[in-house]
């Protein structure tokens, strides 16, 4: 069963404008992770936010977390072409992490 | 430089056979993982591991084991291969001080084909 549910599937924004993608889960958490793929690689983690904070920063991007809504979400701002990728949630769930199906994003130069 | 690695990266089989695939990290991590990526699934966990004589099982085990000897190994062998099993897998690993959720680093991935 996945618990990290990104929204939207695909997003598709032009060079310099922000891309924000979104993350629901279903049970109490520890941690959730944000982690980036390059097609046909391996995946990359980019953050890494507790339950008990509610906004951490990395660089362009933002990382929200509310957890009474089970929900978090990514801001990349100032997005570049090289963002482009898949970009998954991962909560941690009691022992391991659940992965979501991604967000596609294509940013165009 | 440490790193994970993960050999062959792409491999075709025939339905039956028994398929290895080695995961190898130089990071000392006590925790390590497999996990396959499909098409409208996402990544999903088979086997993990927290440590040498270690193994637990993940969402998807069945067909699959893994055995671990060593800090930097853990080999996942598909016992008898079937077309389903036609995926992208993943090695990952974590190290423990920040616990077992901390951040995962994945290998480059191995390709296989089952016809």
């Known amino acids: 069963s996945q618990q990290g549910e990104e929204d939207p599937q695909a997003l598709s924004i032009q060079e310099g404008e922000n891309a924000t993608m979104n993350c629901s889960y279903k049970?109490?958490?520890?941690?959730l992770q944000w982690y980036r793929q390059n097609s046909g690689r391996g995946l990359v983690h980019l953050i890494l936010?507790?339950?008990?904070?509610r906004e951490k920063h990395s660089g362009r991007l933002r990382v929200t977390l509310d957890t009474s809504k089970k929900s978090s979400s990514l801001l990349i701002t100032a997005s570049r072409a090289a963002d482009t990728a898949s970009y998954f949630c991962?909560?941690?769930?009691?022992?391991?992490?659940?992965f979501g199906t991604g967000t596609r994003l294509q940013v165009f130069p | 430089d440490a790193e994970i690695t993960q050999s062959p990266r792409h491999k075709i089989t025939e339905t039956g056979r028994q398929v290895t695939l080695a995961c190898h990290q130089t990071w000392n991590h006590n925790n390590m993982f497999w996990y396959r990526q499909d098409l409208g699934h996402g990544l999903r966990l088979i086997h993990y591991?927290?440590?040498?004589?270690?193994?637990n099982k993940g969402e998807v085990s069945d067909g699959y084991s893994v055995s671990r000897s060593n800090t930097e190994d853990l080999p996942l062998t598909l016992e008898s291969a079937a077309s389903s099993q036609t995926s992208v897998y993943f090695c990952?690993?974590?190290?423990?001080?920040?616990?077992?959720?901390?951040?995962?680093?994945f290998g480059p991935g191995t390709r296989l084909t089952v016809l």
């Open positions: 936010i507790r339950s008990n904070e």
């Open positions: 990952a690993s974590s190290d423990t001080a920040g616990g077992p959720g901390d951040t995962q680093y």
């Open positions: 049970t109490s958490i520890n941690n």
């Open positions: 591991s927290y440590g040498v004589q270690d193994t």
């Open positions: 991962a909560p941690w769930d009691t022992d391991k992490l659940i």
